[in-house]
């Protein structure tokens, strides 16, 4: 079956702009991660949802960073008034089940953002 | 707080030779360790998990709690295998990830 997507793959926005990333997990999948990955440095998380549930966002870096995931499926990260400190590549991950450590986390291609 | 270190950004072994990435975590309870890879132009994915006590393309990883090490290790590596490693902690209710900053290797014929 298809795997997690995202889109768009590639974004380029000028500074000041508002952007909405996409992610279409796995179907079945509760859980739904956020991660950031600036250049040269491994994932960072973002925030978390459980089905429709933002439960922990304690990584979003600012209140420009918005997450939603409003019927359990596809999420969307939105980030308000962009930054060239945003400048990164994100990854959503899906996982079939929550709060278990043996659930294996699939991720998808990521969206490459490029402020100016 | 959670950490997890890397300390190679770059291994260059030859073909058949032994191969050791390092990783180094710092955490208050008892951890959930795994190593992801990303191959060129392919996503992250899970190669292995400690928990699973598993070898994955020949590669194992064992978990020492006295030196807060998971280094994976492989007897003799193949071209196939340069990629860039990722080693990581899952930590909270939510089985968030703390990754490293990763290890590129690169195997040369």
């Known amino acids: 079956g298809a795997g997690v997507s995202q889109s768009p793959r590639y974004k380029v926005a000028k500074r000041g702009q508002d952007v909405a990333l996409r992610c279409d997990p796995i179907?079945?999948?509760?859980?739904l991660f956020w991660y950031q990955q600036a250049l040269g440095q491994g994932p960072e998380f973002l925030t978390y949802?459980?089905?429709?549930?933002?439960?922990?966002k304690s990584g979003l870096p600012s209140d420009r960073f918005f997450a939603e995931r409003p019927e359990g499926s596809v999420s969307t990260l939105k980030i308000q008034r962009t930054q060239q400190e945003d400048s990164a590549v994100y990854l959503c991950?899906?996982?079939?089940?929550?709060?278990?450590?043996?659930?294996?986390?699939?991720f998808g291609p990521g969206t490459r953002l490029t402020v100016l | 707080a959670q950490r997890v270190t890397q300390p190679e950004k770059l291994l260059s072994v030859f073909k058949g030779a032994p191969v050791e990435l390092k990783c180094n975590y710092s955490?208050?309870?008892?951890?959930?360790l795994f190593w992801y890879v990303q191959y060129s132009r392919q996503r992250l994915q899970l190669l292995l998990r400690?928990?699973s006590r598993e070898s994955i393309k020949g590669f194992t990883a064992d978990l020492n709690k006295g030196e807060t090490s998971f280094h994976l290790k492989k007897p003799f590596a193949q071209e196939e295998d340069s990629a860039m490693y990722y080693c990581?902690?899952?930590?909270?209710?939510?089985?968030?990830?703390?990754f490293g900053t990763g290890t590129l290797l690169a195997v040369q014929p």
């Open positions: 991950a899906s996982s079939l089940v929550t709060g278990q450590s043996t659930d294996t986390q699939y």
């Open positions: 179907s079945g999948h509760v859980s």
């Open positions: 949802f459980q089905n429709e549930a933002q439960l922990d």
């Open positions: 955490y208050s309870g008892s951890p959930e």
């Open positions: 400690h928990i």
């Open positions: 990581a902690l899952s930590w909270g209710a939510t089985n968030k990830l703390i």
